[in-house]
Structure formats: C-alpha cells, structure tokens
C-alpha cells in the first residue's frame, strides 16, 4: 500500500474535501481519503495497479489539481 499527502490549493472548506472523497472513493485501488481544508490537503492511501500519476491525473480531471 502507498501513501501520499497531496496539497491541493483550491480547497476551500469541507465540502471540497467531501468532493474529492467521494470522486477518489470510485476509484479501483483506493483504500482512504482524508482531508484538511485549512491546511489545504488530502491525504490517499492505495493499492497498485493504481500510481501516484494517476491520482493525480484524477486530481486535475475533477478540477482539484495538486501542486508539485
């Protein structure tokens, strides 16, 4: 399993963070999403086939890309 903690800055409340849960939630290979609005992060745990990459492939579809 892989971990990750993604900042995406344009998360703006719990909502947001909410959104990318349930988006990611879909997603064959993710085990949890957690989320800190103020601190403008989520955090992914996963299992492979699924990458890093492709999380963020995601992260940019659903109009919550992460920065470097």
Request: proline share 6%; with cysteine; net charge negative.
């Amino acid at each position: 399993m892989e971990k990750h903690v993604f900042t995406i800055p344009n998360i703006s409340c719990g909502h947001c963070v909410m959104a990318i849960k349930n988006e990611l939630a879909e997603i064959k290979g993710i085990v949890t999403v957690e989320g800190n609005p103020a601190e403008k992060q989520i955090t992914v745990e996963w299992h492979a086939p699924l990458t890093l990459d492709k999380i963020q492939d995601i992260l940019k579809d659903i109009n919550y890309p992460a920065t470097a």
